[in-house]
C-alpha cells in the first residue's frame, strides 16, 4: 500500500452506487478513505458514513477535518460544492474527481501546493485509473519553488510567494541562497533548470533557505525555513508559559532568527512534567527531548555552573540539552537568563543548529522491483508505490530507466552497481529521517536485488519500529522466458557467477548440481569485464552432463530497446558475446526449438497419449 501520510484522513463522498464502487476499489488496494454517502446507499456498504442534510452543507460542516478530498461526482457538480468554501490556496485542501467509471481521476484542487497532482497520480495508479493534471509545474516539468521543502518540513515564510512562482512558471532565473537545511532537494530538480545557487545574501528577489529572519532592508524575495534550531531551556519551577514564550521570542529576535526554524525543545528530565515547557511545546507542536543529568554532565558547554551543578548534577542545562538535541550541532546563541519585572520566575534559554532539519513525521521503506527496464512492465503495486515516494535510491542506470515515471519535485540517490551496501544503509537512514523511501533493483527486489539487503542491515541494526513493504517484479529468467516462448515450463534455478560475494568454488558446485540433475538453467551475471573465466568454466561443466545440440539463448536488456535475443547450442555457445546485460539461459534434455520459440515439455501429451493409446 501507498504511503499517503501527508493526506490523512482523506474525505471522500459518493452519491450513486457506481460511485460508492469506484472508491470501494481505492479502499480494496488499502488506501484508508472516510467514505460519505447519502443514507439511501447506507444498506450497499457497512463502513460507509452517511449524510441526511443538503450535500451542500453536509460539505460546509466537514471541508476543513480533511487535508484531502476525492469526489465520485461530474467535475461540475464538484465546483459548485467547493467554490463558496475556498479561502486561499495555502490552506485550502487537496481535491480530486474520480469518474464514475473508474477511468479517469481530475486533480481539481491544489495540484502541487497541497499535493493533489501527486495524490491524483498515486491514487490512478493503484486502480489502473488515467491522471489528468492540468497544472504548470507538472505540463512543464519543473519542481515548483513553493513546494521545494514539503516533503522535508521546511516551513514556508515570508515574500511575495505567487511573484516568484510566476517568476519561475516564465522561466525566468531564480537566485536561490541556502544556509541551512538538506540540499537532497536539488536532486529533484532539470538538469535544465534555470536557479542561480549564490554564495552571498541577494539583495532582492531570490528565495532564502535559510534560519535567519529575513532583513527588514529586503524589499522582495521569500523563505524557506528548515527546521533546524533547537531550544534548549531551562526554568525555576513554576514559570509561565507565557514568561517561556516571552524568553523564546525575544532571543530569537535579538540573534536575528526566524521562529519557523524551531525543530523543538530540550530540557533535563526534571524538567518533563514542568506545566509552561509542555504548554508552550504543545502549543507549536514541537517535539520534546528530554536528558538525564548523566547525559548532560559530559557535554561541553561556554558558560558552565557550578550552582547548576550542584542543584542538578550537571554544569549545564540550556546549553548542554539544545547540543544533545540537535545531534552534536552548534551551539549559535549560549544560555540567555530572561527574567520580566513583576512576573515570577527565570528562563534560561540556548539555542543550537543542528546540520540535518527535523522532518516532524515517520518515513517507510518499499523494496521495489521495477522489472527488465521497461515501464510497462512495471506491476500496478510498483508504480504506485514509486509515484508516491519522497525519494528514489538505487543504481544509477536503473533510475534513468524510470525518469520518465518521476513526478516533478521527487528526489533520487544514485549510485553506482558497486554500492549496494552503501545505497541500502542510506535508504534506511533517510527513512529513519522521516522520507519515504523507495530502493529500485531491476528485475525482482527479492532475487538478486536489494530486498535482502536491506533487511539484514534493518535485523543487524535491531530496527523494528520502521514501516517495510517488499513489492515484487518481474525477474530478469521470467522476462527472458517470456521473449523466448516456454523455456522454463519444467524444474529450473537460478545461478549467479558473480563471485564477489560468493566464493567460486560454491558456485562451481552448484552448477555441477544443476547440470547433473537436468534443471533448465538460467545464468545471472554472467560475464563482466574483470570474469571472464567463470562462464567458460560454466559451458564445460554443461558439456559434461548435457548434449552439445542443448538449446542455449542468450537474452540482453529484455523489453528494452537495445534488446538482443541469440539463439544457439551449448556446443556452439559463445562465452565471449555475452555481458552483464544478459541472462544465459540453458535448456535441458527436453527442451527443444521450435522457429523462435524455446519449449521444456511439461509432460502434458505424454500424459495424453499414455491414457488415450489409440489415437
Request: aromatic content about 6%; charged content about 15%; hydrophobic content about 45%.
Amino acid at each position: 500500500m501507498p504511503r499517503l501520510d501527508n493526506f490523512q484522513p482523506i474525505g471522500a463522498i459518493a452519491t450513486t452506487a457506481q460511485g460508492l464502487a469506484q472508491l470501494q476499489r481505492l479502499v480494496d488496494t488499502g488506501i484508508p478513505l472516510s467514505i460519505w454517502v447519502p443514507s439511501h446507499l447506507a444498506s450497499t456498504h457497512p463502513r460507509v458514513q452517511t449524510y441526511d442534510r443538503p450535500l451542500a452543507a453536509h460539505l460546509e460542516n466537514h471541508w476543513c477535518h480533511y487535508p484531502a478530498w476525492i469526489f465520485a461526482l461530474a467535475c461540475g457538480a464538484v465546483v459548485r460544492l467547493i467554490a463558496p468554501l475556498l479561502t486561499h490556496k495555502r490552506q485550502d485542501p487537496a481535491v480530486c474527481v474520480l469518474s464514475e467509471d473508474g477511468q479517469w481521476m481530475v486533480s481539481l484542487l491544489g495540484s502541487h501546493g497541497a499535493g493533489g497532482d501527486r495524490l491524483c497520480q498515486v491514487l490512478s495508479a493503484t486502480i489502473g485509473a488515467t491522471p489528468i493534471l492540468t497544472g504548470a509545474s507538472h505540463a512543464q516539468g519543473y519542481f515548483a519553488v513553493d513546494t521545494w521543502g514539503t516533503v522535508l518540513g521546511w516551513q514556508r515564510g515570508a515574500g511575495d510567494w505567487n511573484a516568484i512562482a510566476r517568476q519561475q512558471a516564465q522561466g525566468k532565473p531564480l537566485q536561490v541562497y541556502q544556509t541551512c537545511g538538506s540540499s537532497l532537494w536539488r536532486t529533484a530538480l532539470k538538469s535544465d533548470h534555470s536557479l542561480e545557487f549564490v554564495s552571498t545574501p541577494p539583495l532582492e528577489n531570490a528565495v532564502w533557505i535559510t534560519e535567519k529572519a529575513l532583513p527588514p532592508s529586503l524589499t522582495s524575495g521569500v523563505a524557506w525555513h528548515p527546521r533546524v534550531l533547537w531550544l534548549g531551556i531551562g526554568c525555576e519551577r513554576g514559570t509561565s508559559a507565557a514568561l517561556i514564550q516571552q524568553a523564546i521570542d525575544h532571543t530569537l529576535a535579538q540573534a536575528g532568527l526566524s521562529p519557523l526554524a524551531i525543530a523543538g525543545l530540550a530540557s533535563i528530565d526534571r524538567k518533563a512534567d514542568e506545566v509552561g515547557l509542555c504548554q508552550v511545546a504543545e502549543a507549536h507542536d514541537w517535539p520534546s527531548r528530554w536528558f538525564s543529568a548523566q547525559e548532560l554532565a559530559p557535554v561541553t558547554v561556554p558558560t558552565p555552573s557550578a550552582i547548576v551543578a550542584a542543584e542538578m548534577g550537571t554544569p549545564s542545562v540550556a546549553e548542554a540539552a539544545a547540543v544533545l538535541a540537535s545531534e552534536g550541532g552548534r551551539l549559535i546563541v549560549p544560555k540567555q537568563i530572561y527574567r520580566q519585572g513583576g512576573e515570577p520566575g527565570a528562563v534560561t534559554i540556548a539555542i543550537a543548529q543542528s546540520e540535518q532539519e527535523f522532518i516532524p513525521r515517520q518515513g517507510s521503506l518499499n523494496l521495489i522491483g521495477t522489472g527488465p527496464g521497461a515501464l510497462d512492465q512495471l506491476t500496478v503495486a510498483a508504480r504506485s508505490a514509486l509515484l508516491a515516494a519522497d525519494i528514489l535510491v538505487g543504481y544509477a542506470l536503473y533510475l534513468e530507466l524510470l525518469a520518465p515515471l518521476r513526478r516533478p519535485g521527487q528526489m533520487v540517490a544514485a549510485y553506482t552497481i558497486t554500492q549496494e551496501r552503501q545505497r541500502a544503509q542510506a535508504a534506511i537512514d533517510l527513512a529513519q529521517w522521516g522520507l519515504n523511501v523507495a530502493v529500485v533493483s531491476s528485475g525482482d527486489c527479492g532475487i538478486y536485488g536489494m530486498a535482502g539487503l536491506v533487511l539484514e542491515l534493518l535485523a543487524e541494526a535491531g530496527i523494528s519500529d520502521l514501516p517495510v513493504e517488499v513489492l515484487p517484479g518481474v525477474s530478469a529468467v521470467n522476462a527472458a522466458a517470456a521473449r523466448l516462448g516456454a523455456p522454463l515450463m519444467h524444474d529450473f534455478c537460478t545461478i549467479s557467477l558473480s563471485d564477489r560475494l560468493t566464493p567460486w568454488p560454491v558456485i562451481k558446485k552448484r552448477l555441477q548440481a544443476a547440470a547433473e540433475a537436468d534443471f533448465v538453467t538460467a545464468l545471472y551475471n554472467p560475464r563482466s569485464r574483470d570474469r571472464q573465466q567463470q562462464l567458460v568454466d560454466a559451458k564445460a561443466i554443461f558439456l559434461e552432463y548435457r548434449s552439445p545440440q542443448t538449446p542455449v539463448a542468450i537474452v540482453r536488456a529484455a523489453y528494452r530497446p537495445e534488446e538482443h535475443i541469440t539463439l544457439t547450442t551449448l556446443g556452439a555457445f559463445a562465452p565471449e558475446t555475452v555481458d552483464m546485460f544478459s541472462l544465459v539461459l540453458i535448456g535441458n534434455a527436453s527442451t527443444r526449438r521450435f522457429h523462435d520459440w524455446l519449449i521444456t515439455p511439461r509432460g502434458y501429451l505424454a500424459t495424453l497419449q499414455q491414457a488415450c493409446p489409440t489415437q
